[in-house]
Structures are given as C-alpha cells and as structure tokens.
C-alpha cells in the first residue's frame, strides 16, 4: 500500500463546474495535509493545508480532511480552464518526520 | 531575487560528467530539500538540511552528493551518473523543516544523462 495514494487521472471537469480531488493516507498518525498545483513544466505550489477535520474554505478551494476515514480532500468550486493542472497531496508524518507526497492527480477543465 | 531560484534550470550531462546544481533561497528559512521528480512517480525525497545539518539521506546513491554552505545555500553535486538519474530536480525551502511547515519549491533543474 501507498503511503499517499491518489488516482492519476485524467479528471475531466467541463468549465464552471465543481472538481473533486481525493487522497488517501496510510499512517494514522499523520497531522498536517497539503494540497500543491503543478502545472506542466513548473514547479509544484502550495494551494491549501489543513490540520484538522472537517473543511477549510479558501476562495474557490475547499479542503476536507477525515482523519478517521484517512483521507483527504480538495474541492475547485467554479473550474476554470487555468485550473488544468496536476494537484499533489502531501502528508506529513509525524511517526518520520518528514512530509510524504502523492504521485499527483492530473485536472483537465474543459471550456 | 525573490523565493527560491536555482540554477542551470536545463543540464545535459554524460555519464563521465562531473556538475552541480544550486539552489537560493531568499526567505530567511531555516530547512532546505532536494528533491527528485521522474515522469508519472510521486516526488521523491532525496536530502533535507536544516540550520545547515543534514538530517535525513534517503538512501540517496553515493553519486549525488549535497553541500549546505549556509541556510541560504543548497548544492548538489553529480558524478558518474546513470540515465535512469534524468529526472527535474527540484529544491524547496521551509521555515524550521517540521511536518507542519509550508515548502516553497523552486523552478527546478531539468538533468538529462547521457
């Protein structure tokens, strides 16, 4: 099993619509989540981070995190062709002391 | 300069070839990391520094060989490389390296072997 998993895609979203993007984590001890863009040929950013459950809004952006189910979330409301790119989860483990990154989910918007 | 910048941004090298690439970062942060990014693998921990200690190899093979000069400065050195090492490297800076800290990447080196 994956330490981060998430489903490569391609998701394909039409414009103006919601676009969900899942992660999943194997250690139960993990306490902070982030989710990065990456557009291609760039460099990976920060979009969001979240500590604790439930949901935090930021603009257009939601993050989810259920700690009891092991995953977490990310929720583009509006979706926008600027928006088509692949979004990394990371995880940081506290058990290593470090942070562990998915392989990424590629996002196409499509007007 | 702003962030974090690293330099060359694209290296073709062969597999006799000696280079380094290097990483800047201007944020007053206090952990460095490298990176490695192959095409359709999750980004790939190689070295972290923090207040210039390394404090995690990650089974890196000898051939790379990182430097921290400075909380400022991050290298990486290359030596007989194979090609299965072409990859983007990427650099990322953080305020104090804990798990609840932002990373801030930097464009990256494109590495091709030849």
């Known amino acids: 099993q994956k330490e981060v998993e998430q489903n490569s895609g391609p998701l394909s979203v039409p414009e103006g619509a919601i676009a969900s993007l899942n992660c999943t984590y194997s250690?139960?001890?993990?306490?902070?989540f982030f989710w990065y863009r990456q557009y291609s040929g760039k460099s990976p950013e920060l979009i969001m981070f979240?500590?604790?459950?439930g949901d935090k809004e930021d603009g257009r952006f939601t993050a989810q995190l259920n700690k009891a189910s092991q995953y977490v979330s990310l929720l583009i409301r509006d979706s926008q062709p600027s928006d088509s790119a692949t979004y990394l989860c990371?995880?940081?483990?506290?058990?290593?002391?470090?942070?562990?990154f998915g392989s990424g989910t590629r996002l196409s918007i499509r007007p | 300069e702003t962030g974090v910048t690293q330099t060359p941004r694209h290296l073709v090298m062969g597999m006799t070839n000696k280079k380094s690439l290097k990483c800047e970062q201007h944020?007053?942060?206090?952990?460095m990391y490298w990176y490695k990014q192959s095409a359709k693998k999750p980004l790939e921990l190689m070295f972290v520094y923090n207040f210039k200690e390394q404090t995690e190899n990650n089974s890196v093979p000898s051939r790379f060989s990182p430097e921290c000069p400075n909380s400022s400065h991050l290298f990486l050195h290359l030596h007989t490389l194979q090609p299965e090492d072409s990859a983007l490297y990427l650099c990322?800076?953080?305020?104090?390296?804990?798990?609840?800290?932002?990373?801030?990447f930097g464009p990256g080196t494109r590495l091709t072997v030849l």
């Open positions: 990371a995880v940081g483990r506290s058990s290593a002391s470090k942070i562990i």
């Open positions: 979240i500590y604790s459950n």
């Open positions: 990322a800076s953080s305020q104090d390296g804990t798990i609840t800290d932002t990373q801030y």
């Open positions: 250690d139960r001890g993990s306490q902070s």
């Open positions: 944020l007053g942060h206090n952990a």
